[in-house]
């Protein structure tokens, strides 16, 4: 399904989110102060998964090339970033990742990146361990579920084998280990139609089963709701849950999470340098807008903070419930 | 029937204070202070719940709890084996109501 398609269902059902938000916040969604560079390096991926909003996967072509990893180098230095988030497809599969993340590290900034560590296993690619320990990077990996059966199904068939592989790997390294300052954060996203339980309950399960049946540890864990878009947007109509689940989004709606919503501090830039809401918006197209510079070639930070967000009803994904980000849930329950 | 029992009802819930609102409140009260976490975890009360919910043939409660079983990363084999208890629960209930049966057999047999 194109961008445009994906669009007409999704705004097909519910006000429209901006409207909700004006009605119960009595104000524009704007950004505030962005500290957050999203970078997404490529498209291109080992895997397909079944949730992926990116679509990604190993027929991608779409690469940032070095050009633009240079301008989002010169971005990431301003003193205003203070993260720096990487993400793909598999980041690792950008052939100029490794001179990225050095020449990142130097920047002594938070630098993230969002790997499926399955690409670790392939032995062109387990040198990242390396390159990410040494730049002390941190690493949020994604992990549905602690059973292989309900893993492999979201993230395809050996996913998870390989996944605790080199999670032991990497706490070997020290990583996801307490007084390390390595960190590993795990992201939570449900395997089916319906919506993440807080985070804290979940994160104890994992840490319990992830301990007592594979002996592997991390640091964090991040629940993140599957935003109706891309692939996932495809299962839930084929499946018929999608009126059920975009239903549920609003009903959960939070406006506590209005205010701490991930993209009023942060962008995204495309693999083209063009700059996005976040990386969501990214995925349907949806450009920031209202007169905001959109290409990392005339970034401009005064002018994106305070930005109108440019939404559609997708939105509702990160507002339900305990709200949802890239860094997990976003306030307390309503 | 089918009017009955529409899934949408299941969003009424939340209003069946409408009247009597006093009651409704207490209700709501009593209701989230003994289904969140206690000495018991909200994952054993939401498997309490959902064998309940089972047992009393209420497709509200079971399309509740079969979500919230899920969200709260219940497999589904821990969920079928709270409903097994559910069911074993209603035929020891029913067998054990046999014995008034009994009773009554031996008392009335010659």
Sequence with gaps: MDTQEQLSVINGIGRPFAERVKEEKNALFVADRINTLQINVSRLCNLSCRHCHVQAGPDRKEIMPIDILKKCLETAALPEIEVIDITGGAPEMNPYLEWFISAAAKLKKRLMVRSNLVILADERYSRFM?????????????????????????????????????????????YGLEGTGLILDIVHNPVGAYMPAQQDVIEHEYRKKLKEGHGIFFSSLFTITNMPIGRYLDFLLSSGNFEDYMS??????????????????????GWDGTIYDCDFNQMLGLRVDHGTPDNIRNFDIKKLNGRIITTANHCYGCTAGSGSSCQGATAENA | MADYYEKKDLEDFANIGEYAKDQGEKFFQYYGSSTSQGNLSEREKSLIALAVATTQNCPYCIDAYTNKCLSIGLTSDEM???????AAMMAGVTLAHSTQMRKIIKKKEL
């Design chain 1, 248 to 269: 549920e989004l609003i009903k959960s709606f939070n406006k506590s999470a209005v205010d701490s919503a991930m993209c009023r501090f942060m962008v995204s830039i």
């Design chain 2, 80 to 86: 079928m084996e709270a409903v097994h208890v559910g």
């Design chain 1, 130 to 174: 390396d390159v990410y320990q040494s730049g002390r990077v941190e690493i949020v990996t994604s992990l549905p579920a602690y059973e292989h059966e309900k893993s492999d199904k979201q993230r395809g068939k050996g996913t998870f084998g390989k996944t605790v592989e080199i999670i032991k790997e990497l706490n070997k390294r020290g």
